[in-house]
């Protein structure tokens, strides 16, 4: 029988290794290039050879940026960086400015790679804050860090934007001035055109944009730190705006699973106590479900269960094998005339079973608050959540002892998955800010949340996860993302302020094509080396500062 051919798998690429071949190769160029520019400007020459050596060392240093500019009109992006430098360079050497035109391809290829640097030791910086966290969330972190895309925010569209729109103004500012001054005044065209190329050359966005995934890089990380693992920047970008914070109770401010802390019947025997109230439940999506399956480890005959219908906060009713049955508190069967023997547990919740109207025996369940969550809410209020609201399984009264407990200012009880969906649609349509949900399990869908984060280690739907013993630094999540949005404006501001220095310089004839690029480029590193101040003391002192004010 003839073998079956089988493509074989192309090997992987290790981009580590690609980049920095690439890296090396490309500094090996800029020597040359620089050698061949230093011997243009050195060396007595007649002109045309000195232009022809200059025209030498652009295209050897520059060359792939010819190519990405290329790339980039055919895409239509006739604004980026690339074509930007490439027009510099050819409308430099045509009005006699080749020296600057050549500088400012070596400066450009030069700028970066001490960008690239500069972005790799701020990864390097941001991951090092995840040296003590568990292997797998390390990896995780690693792999969002490295995707562009996931650690893009919306503010860099907005400010990107917003540069854009500054750019095509100054492309405006730089062809009124290259043409009307040389008419108003006695400046030469050739001058007025180099002095327009400054300013088109230095209005790009790209030093106000280039820093703002590295914020969100930092944030990222800085908040894993913490136990709190966002899938990208963006979710991460929202807890800024969150004004009203959404929690489930079971599972975060209690266990997922209870324990059953007592079972009783003064009928049955403790098996067939266990298995009339196994097969009860069995349709339930209680907490009181979990604990008692939890126990029951014998084969279900669910032919026998009928009728059964889901009493939200109380218990369940239904039928088995014709007779009437229900598992429910105490608070439900009275309020349907039936009498049932107070608990003398004092800790637990008591669920009673009665069959055919007659009480049979009951199950107390664990109703543990976790301690560590008690200021919690006040926390969340004090950095601008207006509202904190609790979704509860449990009847009205419990919910609401428990919600004025842990001082939440509002409560929904007797809250399926369905409902508590819901509510926060409801909630998030008529809320200004953002709304945040945070659950542990029983909801399978994105909800209508700004962001949903899941109290586990899975996040299929959520924006974030975060462990059990991680929850109580929800608030420093928040923290952490007002922080990175700071540092994206002092960026851009900081950026902003140096090319306004520089469009004026370059007006009055005070900067030419290499300061410019210089200046820009350094402003463009400064910004990403300043990314890494989302740390610890940063928040601490920032918080210690607002708190006084």
């Known amino acids: 029988m003839p073998q079956k051919h089988v493509k074989p798998t192309p090997p992987k690429i290790d981009k580590a290794k690609l980049s920095a071949t690439l890296n090396n190769s490309l500094v090996i160029r800029l020597v040359i290039a620089s050698v061949i520019f230093a011997i243009s400007l050195i060396v007595s020459m007649p002109d ?57 391809v070596l400066l450009y290829q030069i700028g970066m790679l001490l960008l690239n640097y500069a972005k790799d030791h701020t990864r390097k910086a941001a991951l090092d804050l995840l040296r003590d966290q568990d292997d797998g969330i390390a990896a995780h972190m690693q792999e969002i860090v490295m995707d562009d895309e996931k650690t ?53 966005p790209f030093s106000v944009v280039t820093a703002i995934p590295m914020a969100g890089t930092v944030g990222l990380c800085h908040s894993a730190r913490q136990g709190i693992v966002f899938t990208d920047a963006e979710s991460l970008e ?51 479900a979990n604990a008692i399956s939890a126990v029951y480890d014998r084969d279900y005959k669910l032919d026998v269960i009928k009728d059964f219908r889901e009493i939200p906060g109380y218990g369940v009713e239904l039928s088995i094998d014709g007779i009437g049955v229900t598992f429910a508190t105490k608070e439900y069967l009275e309020e349907q005339g039936i009498h049932v023997e107070e608990s003398k547990n004092s800790v637990g919740t008591a669920y009673y079973m009665v069959v055919a109207g ?15 969550l008690e200021s919690l809410v006040p926390e969340m209020k004090k950095l601008g959540v207006s509202r904190c609201v609790l979704l509860s399984e449990d009847s009205k009264e419990a919910a ?43 909801i399978e869908a994105h909800s209508d949340a700004a962001v949903d984060i899941r109290v586990n280690n899975r996040a299929k739907y ?56 210089f200046i820009d480029f350094a402003a463009a590193v400064a910004t990403v080396l300043n990314t890494i101040r989302v740390t610890s003391a940063s928040l601490r002192s920032r918080l210690r500062y607002k708190m006084g004010k």
């Open 238 to 288: 929202s807890m800024a705006d969150v004004s009203v914070a959404v929690f489930d109770k079971n599972g975060i401010f209690t266990e997922e699973c209870p324990r059953i802390i007592a079972m009783h019947s003064d009928v049955l025997d403790y098996d067939t106590f266990l298995n009339f109230v196994a097969h009860a439940v069995y349709y339930s999506e209680q907490p009181v």
């Open 358 to 372: 007659r009480p049979m025996g009951k199950v107390v369940i664990s109703s543990d608050v976790n301690q560590d």
């Open 152 to 204: 893009s925010m919306s503010i860099q569209k907005v400010m990107g934007g917003s540069a854009g729109m500054v750019l095509k103004l100054a492309m405006l500012l730089a062809v009124i001035y290259a043409v009307v001054m040389p008419i108003i005044t006695s400046m030469s065209f050739s001058v007025s055109i180099h002095r327009a190329l400054i300013i088109l050359l230095v209005a790009t």
């Open 48 to 104: 045309f050879v000195s232009i022809i050596l200059l025209v030498l060392a652009a295209a050897l240093a520059g060359y792939d940026i010819i190519l990405k500019a290329v790339e980039s009109v055919e895409s239509g992006s006739y604004f980026d960086m690339p074509v930007l430098v490439v027009l510099t360079a050819v409308l430099a050497f045509f009005i006699g400015f080749g020296i600057e035109g050549t500088a400012v």
């Open 462 to 517: 959520a924006d974030a996860i975060v462990l059990p013993d991680a929850v109580s630094n929800l608030p420093m999540a928040k923290r952490v993302s007002a922080r990175v949005r700071e540092i994206c404006i002092e960026n851009a501001l900081f950026a902003f302020v140096v090319k306004a220095v520089l469009i004026f310089l370059s007006i009055i004839g005070y900067c030419n094509l290499w300061f410019a690029i």
């Open 400 to 442: 609401q002892q428990f919600a004025e407990m842990l001082n939440f200012s509002e409560m929904y009880a007797q809250c399926d998955a369905e409902k508590k969906l819901r509510i926060i649609s409801e909630i998030a349509h008529k809320t200004k800010g953002a709304v945040l949900f945070v659950y542990s399990n029983g």
